[in-house]
């Protein structure tokens, strides 16, 4: 990026509240805070396919070098999320972020995740993110043993990207971490998850069994008196009332009590 072009966006756009920046590379990780910093109404922040050359950065020392107070929600989709954590928690005050999105969780990134929830407390409401790695050590279990949501007494939705991916990577993340992960959150009301099937019996793989029992057994469990709803976002070439019949047949407590929901497409938010 020559001179002028950064010099325009970091004086420019004052009253900007929203930023998405998708597939750019930057110098250094401060070169991106400082665009972040000049923003000083931003609401919502969105990072996808992002980089760096220099992971270091200094700590911003005056309050006009700050993040906005007003920014309540994050994503940070394919980028090194420690470094951005990192910057946001070390700050005296961090931003009431109600909706944060993690996109794929990394082990190497647990650490700051984990800090930056347990110092974000009951601001958050709503959690988004997808694991990619279910071996011992990977995303998933990682993730359970460094992050507690038992700080974040506000949050009442999460939402399960990939929680079945059979269309494309033959994947699925349906397994005993989610319930562990649940579990840490006292007040859920709403759980989304995503699921990309070619056929309905990819519900059902023989060589990753899910166990749909127990995550029926688990989301009518007494701990979650505030539970109502579970939404199940179907992607692929298989039709949604034949997968959502599968599913109901599978989770009959939670379909006695009139809990799911059936959607088309991608997990979001619902408001």
């Known amino acids: 990026m020559n001179p002028e072009t950064k010099s325009a ?27 972040v910093c000049s923003k000083p109404l931003l609401q919502v922040l969105s990072f996808d396919n992002l980089g760096w050359e220099d992971p270091n950065f200094d700590i911003p020392k005056e309050p006009s070098d700050s993040v906005s107070d007003t920014l309540h929600s994050l994503r940070l989709s394919n980028c090194y999320k420690r470094d951005i954590l ?16 993690l996109g794929s969780v990394f082990p190497e990134d647990t650490h700051s995740i984990g800090r930056f ?14 694991f990619s790695s279910l071996d011992a050590g990977g995303d998933a279990e990682d993730f359970c043993s460094r992050v507690d949501l038992a700080y ?34 006292a007040n859920l009301k709403e759980v989304s998850f ?44 298989v039709e949604l009332d034949e997968a959502a019949g599968a599913i109901a047949s ?21 408001q």
Not at 217 to 232: E, S
Request: aromatic fraction near 10%.
């Open 9 to 35: 966006l970091l004086s420019g756009f004052g009253a900007l509240t929203h930023l998405e920046l998708w597939a750019a590379k930057f110098d250094s990780v401060s070169d991106l805070l400082q665009l």
């Open 86 to 101: 990192d910057w946001l928690a070390s700050h005296g005050s961090v931003p009431p972020i109600h909706h944060l999105h």
């Open 117 to 130: 929830l347990h110092i974000l407390g009951s601001h958050l409401q709503t959690l988004q993110l997808e």
């Open 152 to 185: 974040n007494t506000a949050l009442h939705t999460i939402i399960l990207d990939k929680f079945i991916n059979y269309s494309v990577y033959q994947f699925s993340s349906a397994i005993a971490w989610i319930p562990e992960l649940v579990s840490q959150i």
């Open 194 to 237: 995503g699921i990309a099937i070619r056929d309905v019996e990819e519900l059902f793989p023989e060589d990753d069994p899910i166990d749909w029992t127990a995550l029926d057994n688990t989301f009518c469990h007494p701990r979650f008196p505030h539970l109502r709803a579970l939404r199940f976002w179907v992607s692929g070439n």
């Open 250 to 270: 599978n989770l009959p407590r939670s379909n006695r009590r009139r809990m799911l929901r059936f959607h088309r497409g991608m997990p979001r938010l619902v």
